[in-house]
């Protein structure tokens, strides 16, 4: 990292062992980090101790700082000459406002870097033992939000209601009555399967499986608290449960 130069990094889905490298080094070097709140509590602790810490978090229908709030302030400590890191959960290009703080620091003539990170796509479906794409099945994936700044988001409902077709719905826990009523309405299967991870690679991780028809009543008897992403199109491996006991006899090994 260099003294006046904001670093946007992608801190995963939560695990700190799912870190970049390059991610890892920034948080012990800078000297602000300005952080989501979905970045995990276990990956803020490997900040070094003399950081300033800002949580500049939003949450999607509730309290959130202001977006304007969020540029200005990397802007102020980049204009102190610090190294400054805007921590973003999962992979910063993904659903995280990064070409407004981009554009923010480029108008105030503030060098900027990116840092990627795994995007909770990836480690959700992990946990499940599938593959975002397969051959005869579906040749791309789509990723998606629930919701924008006007509300529930609309898509290509004709597109994501075909069989086969699969899609990775980010913030979409209180949108799940939406999409399921803009998928029925254009024609997609009833028994299509749904997939609901919540809390993706961390050690509170819960799977749902379910289907389009009882998503909205399976998803609220589940009571999801944390950040969740929901897969349209697939269903756990029948093997998927034995991954979490896999995952920790491995990291025991390991260590």
């Known amino acids: ?43 803020m602790a490997l900040a070094h101790d003399g950081a300033i810490l800002e949580n500049v978090g939003k949450e999607g229908f509730g309290p959130s700082m202001a977006q304007e709030d969020i540029c200005a302030r990397l802007v102020h400590h980049a204009r102190k000459g610090r190294k400054v890191l805007r921590l973003k959960s999962g992979d910063p290009s993904l659903f995280g406002r990064l070409d407004e703080e981009l554009t923010a ?5 503030v060098g900027t870097v990116i840092l990627p990170g795994i995007t909770a796509a990836s480690a959700a479906v992990a946990a499940i033992g599938q593959s975002l794409t397969q051959r005869g099945r579906n040749s791309s994936v789509r990723f998606l939000t629930g919701h ?57 991780q819960r799977v749902l499986a379910t289907t389009l028809d009882q998503l909205p009543a399976d998803l609220a008897a589940a009571d999801f608290g944390g950040p969740a992403l929901t897969f349209l199109g697939l269903a756990p491996r029948q093997h ?5 006991h896999l995952r920790d006899q491995t990291q025991m090994e390991l260590a």
């Open 105 to 109: 620091c480029e108008t105030a003539d």
């Open 240 to 244: 998927a449960a034995a991954l979490p």
């Open 1 to 43: 990292m260099c003294p006046g130069v904001v670093a946007f990094a992608g801190s995963g889905p939560g695990d700190p062992d799912l870190l970049t490298l390059k991610v890892l080094k920034a948080l012990q070097e800078a000297d602000v980090i300005l952080f989501d709140r979905l970045v995990s509590a276990e990956i």
């Open 148 to 204: 924008d700044m006007k509300g529930f988001a609309d898509h290509d409902w004709a597109q994501l209601a075909r069989p086969g077709e699969v899609a990775a719905v980010y913030m979409g826990k209180k949108s799940a009555r939406f999409v399921q009523g803009r998928m029925l309405m254009h024609g997609a299967d009833r028994a299509t399967p749904v997939t609901v991870v919540e809390n993706a690679s961390r050690a509170d």
